[in-house]
């Protein structure tokens, strides 16, 4: 059975920095695409980035503005979202998710099939 754990998150003050992680079980990775999305309260869940699993290009939301970047670790099958200068607007509760979506679909919660349980990042002002 597929399981994405995610942690990392935290509270952190405006311009700290933060890295997020996600481990798969039962060949998550295996293909496809992995991203990390986002949630705040009382807003839908939203792209943050993703990328290929075998490789490839990555693909980031407008607002990271070079401040997020996500990578991965083939041989421990883990994800991560290294994220810097953040800002108060960045709290969400932060999700990991796989699939196979396709390239229209890849900035979107419909491209993918298994998630993380989800972990809050708070960022004080």
């Known amino acids: 059975q597929v399981q994405l754990v995610d942690a990392g998150g935290g509270l952190v003050q405006t311009g700290g920095s933060l890295r997020l992680s996600c481990t798969a079980s039962?060949?998550?990775?295996?293909?496809?695409?992995v991203g990390w999305f986002r949630q705040a309260p009382g807003k839908e869940r939203e792209f943050v980035a993703a990328?290929?699993?075998?490789?490839?290009?990555?693909y980031y939301a407008d607002f990271m503005k070079d401040r997020f970047s996500i990578s991965r670790d083939v041989a421990n099958s883990a994800l991560y979202l290294q994220m810097n200068s953040l800002k108060p607007e960045d709290t969400a509760v932060y999700y990991c998710?796989?699939?196979?979506?396709?390239?229209?679909?890849?900035?979107?919660?419909?491209?993918?099939?298994?998630w993380g349980q989800g972990t809050q990042v708070t960022v004080s002002s």
């Open positions: 990328r290929r699993w075998s490789g490839g290009r990555t």
């Open positions: 039962g060949g998550a990775f295996n293909t496809g695409a």
């Open positions: 998710a796989t699939g196979n979506p396709i390239v229209s679909t890849i900035r979107t919660t419909g491209g993918y099939r298994y």
